[in-house]
């Protein structure tokens, strides 16, 4: 028989295996978690006829191989899984070449545990600590971070990482983090302000007297930021004005050396919005202190006229006269407005220990002469602070709803006794986004 008639077998190379990231959060019950892309490929062979599957799980109360699931053909795959329990297990996904060979990697798996309205709850990962948000239209909204000074831009309708981010710190001249707590939207430009008080040590951080300016370009997941201007003297603008009015809110005292932010006579912003019809004043509302600083005090907002002019480094900082809000002794921790003047203000303490407290959902005409109506009280059982508002949908609708965020810093999301802020893995880190109805 001639060598030409021989039979040659198919060569076929080492089955290969990639993920698109090795760390994925979930939450037991969740609707729409997030999943891993996987590729896989082999040469000689159609990726469509490799296998992919999840062999072992190291900790099988969390998940099983059972409840991990595999979506798509060809070289590319979708992985999901489906928790248990709250904690942690490596999961290894295995690949399948034609002859039998192959490849595994390992995707570090955390999950988080059940929480009211699963089916209203999104997670916006590779950061926990949202504390302020703007809408960007076609359900996309842009969360800043005060850990951090990145601003991040997510789907509001799904969970998972962002689509783009922005940080203009070297453009503000600052190293450590703004502190970024509140947002307003004027056109094409976004105002973000720094929390404006001393750090949780009772220290004057330079960093956090910032307000700065983004410019908005596209829309959607097309949005594009660019830096605007900044203006680092807010705070002390406030104490001048403050001291000339005869030390009314005691904002002298409450920046003070040793002055810790979060008490009832602190000084801590954590809301911007524009008055109605406004452009130019914009209400900056505090968390603390309340007005008077006594339980049951009222919220505090002052009005800045000429913001537009003070960012744009024209001018110092001009006020109105305040607003003392009754919100059954609740501070200011988001206030948002739509294109009617109708506003919705989170309410909260101003304590630190804000997980647990009382947090409600007020609404409001922005007439200083116009009481708030409470809405609704936010559920507090789940791990998160309620610190922000996306947009606020037509009141007079009888089943409104809004989107609000949770700052999730502070929170044991994996059952570890760690701070989500303290997750070594971004990827680990989330917020929380929940659809609430607020009317009717």
Same mark, same amino acid.
């Given at each position: 028989m001639g060598m030409g008639s021989q039979a040659h077998a198919v060569s076929y190379g080492t089955p290969t295996i990639a993920l698109s990231t090795a760390y994925l959060s979930g939450a037991v019950g969740a609707v729409g978690d997030p999943t891993v892309q996987v590729t896989v490929a082999q040469s000689g062979a159609d990726a469509g006829a490799l296998t992919?599957?999840?062999?072992? !799980?190291? %900790?099988? *109360? /969390?998940?099983? @191989?059972?409840?991990?699931?595999?979506?798509?053909?060809g070289g590319t795959r979708q992985v999901a899984v489906n928790a248990r329990a709250q904690g942690y297990t490596d999961l290894t996904l295995k690949v399948t070449g034609v002859d039998g060979r192959t490849a595994t990697k390992t995707l570090h798996y955390a999950a988080s545990a059940a929480v009211q309205q699963p089916a209203d709850t999104r997670y916006f990962s590779g950061s926990s600590d949202a504390s302020a948000a703007v809408d960007v239209g076609g359900g996309y909204v842009v969360v800043a971070d005060d850990e951090s000074n990145a601003l991040r831009l997510y789907d509001?309708?799904?969970?998972?990482?962002?689509?783009?981010?922005?940080?203009?710190?070297?453009?503000?001249?600052?190293?450590?983090?703004?502190?970024?707590?509140?947002?307003?939207?004027?056109?094409?430009?976004?105002?973000?302000?720094?929390?404006?008080?001393?750090?949780?040590?009772?220290?004057?951080? !330079?960093? %956090?007297? *910032? /307000?700065?300016? @983004?410019?908005?370009?596209?829309?959607?997941?097309?949005?594009?930021?660019?830096?605007?201007?900044?203006?680092?003297?807010?705070?002390?603008?406030?104490?001048?004005?403050?001291?000339?009015?005869?030390?009314?809110?005691?904002?002298?005292?409450?920046?003070?050396?040793?002055?810790?932010?979060?008490?009832?006579?602190?000084?801590?912003?954590?809301?911007?919005e524009f008055a109605p019809g406004s452009t130019t004043t914009a209400y900056v509302g505090f968390r603390a202190p309340l007005a008077p600083a006594v339980p049951g005090g009222k919220a505090l907002l002052v009005p800045v006229t000429n913001i537009d002019q003070v960012v744009a480094g024209r001018a110092s900082a001009a006020f109105g006269t305040p607003i003392e809000l009754d919100?059954?002794?609740?501070?200011?921790?988001?206030?948002?407005?739509?294109?009617?003047?109708?506003?919705?203000?989170?309410?909260?303490?101003?304590?630190?220990?804000?997980?647990?407290?009382?947090?409600?959902?007020?609404?409001?005409?922005?007439?200083?002469?116009?009481?708030?109506?409470?809405?609704?009280?936010?559920?507090?059982?789940?791990?998160?602070?309620?610190?922000?508002?996306?947009?606020?949908?037509?009141?007079?609708?009888?089943?409104?709803r809004a989107e609000l965020l949770t700052d999730n810093g502070s929170a044991d999301l994996y059952g570890d006794s760690t701070e989500a802020k303290d997750l070594t893995h971004p990827e680990w880190k989330k917020s929380r986004a929940v659809w609430f109805t607020v009317t009717g």
């Open positions: 992919v599957s999840a062999s072992l !799980s190291s %900790r099988t *109360t /969390v998940a099983r @191989t059972t409840d991990v699931t595999f979506t798509g053909t509001r309708n799904a969970s998972g990482a962002p689509l783009k981010s922005w940080d203009f710190s070297s453009r503000l001249g600052v190293t450590k983090e703004v502190d970024i707590e509140g947002a307003a939207r004027v056109g094409d430009t976004i105002y973000w302000t720094g929390s404006l008080g001393n750090n949780k040590d009772g220290e004057y951080k !330079s960093a %956090r007297n *910032t /307000v700065f300016t @983004t410019k908005v370009t596209g829309s959607g997941s097309g949005t594009t930021l660019t830096y605007g201007g900044s203006y680092k003297k807010l705070r002390d603008d406030l104490v001048a004005w403050d001291e000339a009015h005869g030390d009314r809110y005691g904002f002298a005292a409450g920046t003070a050396t040793g002055q810790v932010p979060k008490q009832i006579d602190g000084f801590n912003v954590e809301g911007l919100l059954g002794g609740l501070s200011v921790r988001d206030i948002r407005k739509n294109d009617a003047n109708q506003y919705l203000i989170v309410a909260g303490s101003w304590a630190a220990d804000d997980n647990s407290d009382p947090y409600a959902l007020y609404s409001w005409t922005g007439n200083a002469a116009d009481r708030p109506v409470k809405l609704r009280d936010l559920p507090t059982t789940d791990p998160g602070g309620w610190e922000a508002v996306v947009d606020v949908p037509d009141l007079t609708s009888p089943t409104a």
